[in-house]
C-alpha cells in the first residue's frame, strides 16, 4: 500500500475497528510486511464521554492527540 502524501514510506500499517449499521463490530488490519504490526496498532482504543458540549471537527485532534500521548508515555517506560 503506498500513500500519496507519503511517498517514501517503505511500510504503511493501518488498522481499523467500528461498529456496522447492523451492530456487527468489523475489524482488519494490514502489515504492509510488518508482520503482526497491523493487530499492535488496533490496541490503541481512545475513549471519550460525551459531556453535553459539541466540540466539532476539533474533537478528532484531541482524540489523535490523546492517543499519541498514551503511546508515548507507553514507550518512555520501556
Known amino acids: 500500500m503506498r500513500l500519496e502524501g507519503i511517498p517514501s ?3 504503511n ?3 481499523y475497528r467500528f ?3 447492523d451492530g456487527a463490530i468489523h475489524e482488519g488490519s494490514n502489515d504492509d510486511e510488518e ?3 497491523g493487530r499492535q496498532l ?3 482504543i481512545v475513549s471519550r464521554w460525551y459531556s453535553g458540549n459539541k466540540l466539532g ?3 478528532f ?3 489523535c492527540d490523546v492517543g499519541l500521548s498514551a503511546v508515548k508515555n507507553l514507550l518512555n517506560k520501556g
Do not use: F, N, S
Open 9 to 11: 514510506a517503505t511500510h
Open 13 to 15: 500499517v493501518y488498522a
Open 19 to 21: 461498529e456496522g449499521q
Open 35 to 37: 508482520h503482526g504490526a
Open 42 to 44: 488496533l490496541r490503541t
Open 57 to 59: 471537527p476539533r474533537r
Open 61 to 63: 485532534t484531541h482524540i
